[in-house]
């Protein structure tokens, strides 16, 4: 028997009619909710995840600033920048396009971003909030978006095992800061590089969340039938499938949706959500509701 797909696209367009709403109240206060991304250097694939988030803006009123710096900026370049959009009243959301040129300190990039501006969800101070068990402030867009996707399978997490593939402080660590909350109450355990036998800690959860990068590493055996298999990782292979030779990738190998009771597309899956987040982050400073 096949999984259920969850459908991260289908998903966030409903995310995307909610904020709808909530950014046309706001124009009738007089506040247009505006989301400046900075964007360094000409990697392709980020290219094409800001037009993805260019054009979810453009759905939800969101207004969309893109501010490109050749690959030649400096680290001190861009701090500058951040720094003049932190004092501008009309931003509410600032997004510093990952990866960046070698020589440039992601970690300070990110903590140079005002807090409440920081709708990536990745500054101390709101990493911070997430260990002290507080979710009010700007999450990490793909671990809440996999929150929204498990939510829409209705199953009761509590007392659940689940296992997260992968430590970064991007999804790995800030997932399971949230689904040990208080109110979904998981027993997570973190599977890293350094775990022995990955497959059996694997094969015992209920709940499964993939985020390491190295396509097709899941496979059936690693899967306890029924559970809820949820891919984050994205690659992109060489295999002569398509007219460019090459086609995207998950974690999961496609066989495991034979075991799996839910299981998530890559793509249209953990993708829509993440930009879905991050346009949330952003009307939500804009209505001032951030502490």
Known sequence: MSATKIDGKAISLEIEGELKVRVDALG???VQ???VVVLVGDDAASHVYVRNKQRACERTGIESTLIDLPSTSTQKDILELISDLNGDESVHGILVQSPLPLGIDEFRIAEAIGPGKD???????NLGRLV???TEGMLPCTPAGVMRLIEGTGVD??????????????VGMPMALLLTQKGVDATVTIVHSRSEEPSLLCRDADLLVSAIGRPWTIKPGWVKPGAIVIDVGISRIEDGSTPSGSR???DVDPSVS???GWLTPVPGGVGPMTIAMLLKNTVRAAEGLLP
């Open 258 to 260: 034979e075991v799996a």
């Open 132 to 134: 002290q068990g507080d």
């Open 119 to 125: 709708v990536d969800g990745f500054h101390p101070a």
């Open 248 to 250: 995207l990738a998950g």
């Open 33 to 35: 909710p505006h989301l």
């Open 28 to 30: 009738q206060n007089g």
């Open 157 to 170: 997490l509590t007392g659940s095992k689940a296992v997260v593939l992968g430590r970064s402080r991007i």
